[in-house]
């Protein structure tokens, strides 16, 4: 790779960062980016804090050796398990001109916009619910007026990548899951899906969910984030290439990779296996 070939680098676990790449490709189509699934050692939602952390900081390197000047964490788990120890422990020792940043963060600001009765729901994995992730942030930005409920939905990611979604199992699991949820907060006017699969299970999900509840899609919310960070931050953008190429890394098989992969991205991809 060329020396002033500075892509945005973009790390999940799996498949699902790829809903949250699209929506940034699609706002932002003039930056290069290199896109790396983790498929080799999915999932991570059941891993523990150190494994998660372990992992995303191969990978957060792996992606810096390869010109990455920022990186965006596209993994709701390693966003919560992983993020904060990277930017805290690993960049001032290695770069602290690079950046990498996660997806709970954007998604928690707007969080004020949507809710009238200060009640929210989280759908996410177990890894992202027990971190308490959303409700430290939300309680951050809120000064604890927002009464934030959890609810793990182990089932999901199993049914979205093993390409089980129109299978009668995502019907109950997904309705179980959401009727959890309110039975647990009947007031809750908005619901974020915690995990970048999610958006996959969508029909279903809304099939299941109140009409009057607004649900909020991390996708578009992370794109508009990353578009205001890049005009904020000038010294940033400016050492991120602009080729508006897109270059799809593995851990897993790279035809799997690829037989799977366009089903979240939306269109058919072609993928590099790399180890980390």
């Given amino acids: 790779m060329q020396e002033n070939n500075h892509p945005i680098g973009i790390f999940d676990s799996g498949y699902g960062g790829l809903t949250i790449l699209k929506s940034i490709v699609d706002q932002l189509p ?55 120890s990277i ?12 950046r990498v940043l996660g997806v709970i963060r954007p998604s928690v600001e707007k969080i004020p916009l949507f809710t009238k009765t200060g009640h929210v729901g989280i759908l996410g994995t ?9 409700p430290l942030e939300i309680a951050k ?33 997904v309705q179980k899951n959401i009727n959890n949820l309110f039975r647990k907060d009947a007031d809750i006017d908005t619901v974020i899906l915690g995990c970048t699969h999610y958006p996959l299970l969508l029909p279903t999900i809304l099939k299941y969910l109140p009409s009057h509840v607004t649900l909020i899609d991390q996708g578009p919310i992370v794109a508009n984030s990353l578009e205001d960070y890049l005009l904020r931050h000038p010294e940033i953008e400016q050492n991120c290439s602009k080729g508006s ?9 790279d035809e799997i990779f690829k037989s799977r992969a366009g089903m979240y991205f939306g269109r058919p991809i072609s993928a590099e296996k790399i180890s980390l």
């Fill in 245 to 253: 190429s897109i270059r799809f890394l593995t851990t897993e098989s």
């Fill in 30 to 84: 003039q930056y290069d980016y290199i896109y790396l699934g983790d498929n080799a050692r999915t999932p991570y939602g059941s891993r523990s804090f150190d494994v998660v952390y372990e992992y995303t900081r191969q990978a957060v390197m792996k992606l810096f050796s390869m010109g990455c000047q920022l990186v965006i964490l596209a993994c709701n788990t390693a966003s919560a398990k992983a993020l904060r």
């Fill in 126 to 134: 177990m890894g992202t619910v027990i971190s308490d992730s959303y």
């Fill in 87 to 98: 930017q805290q422990n690993d960049l001032p020792g290695f770069d602290p001109s690079r």
């Fill in 141 to 173: 930005i809120s000064g604890n007026q927002i009464t934030v409920t959890q609810e793990a939905c182990p089932m999901w990611v199993p049914l979205v990548e093993n390409e089980e979604i129109s299978n009668p199992a995502a019907d109950y699991f």
